[in-house]
């Protein structure tokens, strides 16, 4: 597809190239959509999904994990896609953007990468967002999330669990669901493929702001993008 701007699954704010944000890996299920990564962070690479990703015990648990899902068969790429042992959890990401393409596609497209049979997504959620609901609504996950992924080492990621299960109590709180960007049975879809000019990008912060008025602790956060979005405007004045 190209180059193309994203958007913020809990707020629909813009993501522009560079942007700070949060990938966590999703499972098609039941007709919808649930987790089963902690979140990944990295930039925005205007690819659809987020590269530079941060290199700690989580993102390198849930590479290592993939790789022998791949080993033993469990993880399948489809034809035309690679990825290889080799290869890092960026490339990871880069396959899994490309199941994008079935929501563009309405004879259906072979999944770019499955696991034990269900498609793999993301979610993509700015950055500044996340840390701010993780850090005002603390909740866990359910009982036994995580133990394939991190197995023993779940405990060791403890702080970062408590994140995650505060998104996850957040969406549920405001009527939300976990989904992949271009999928459109969300609030607040990417249209694939499209670059956002910044007036565009302008009316996701004042849709945010009107959508979120009653939760003061996301003020902070739609700020910070309003401010980006200054600043490229700045930086593309000729004058």
Not at 101 to 123: I, K, N, Q, R
Request: aromatic content about 8%; proline content about 5%; charged content about 25%.
């Amino acid at each position: 597809m190209g180059f193309y701007d994203g958007r913020c699954m809990v707020t629909g704010l813009a993501l522009k190239a560079n942007d700070p944000a949060v990938a966590v890996l999703l499972l098609a299920a039941d007709g919808g959509y649930r987790p089963f990564t902690l979140g990944l962070y990295g930039i925005y690479n205007c690819y659809g999904t987020i590269d530079s990703v941060v290199e700690d015990t989580n993102s390198g648990l849930v590479w290592t994990y993939l790789v022998d899902r791949l080993r033993d068969g469990r993880l399948v790429v489809g034809a035309g896609e690679q990825l290889d042992p080799t290869d890092d959890i960026d490339i990871l990401l880069e396959v899994v953007e490309r199941n994008q393409l079935a929501f563009l596609d309405e004879f259906g497209s072979e999944p770019a990468l499955t696991l034990d049979g269900a498609v793999v997504h993301h979610a993509l959620i700015y950055q500044p967002v996340w840390e701010a609901v993780a850090a005002h609504h603390p909740a866990p996950m359910a009982d036994g999330w995580g133990a394939d992924v991190y197995g023993e080492r779940l405990p060791d990621l403890a702080a970062q669990v408590v994140r995650l299960g505060a998104i996850d109590a957040f969406l549920a709180a405001r009527g939300l669901t976990w989904a992949p960007p271009g999928e459109s049975r969300q609030r607040y879809p990417t249209d694939l493929g499209m670059i956002y000019d910044l007036d565009e990008a302008r009316s996701f912060v004042d849709q945010a702001r009107r959508d979120l008025a009653d939760v003061p602790l996301l003020a902070a956060a739609i700020d910070h993008s309003a401010s980006r979005l200054a600043e490229r405007d700045e930086h593309s004045d000729p004058g």
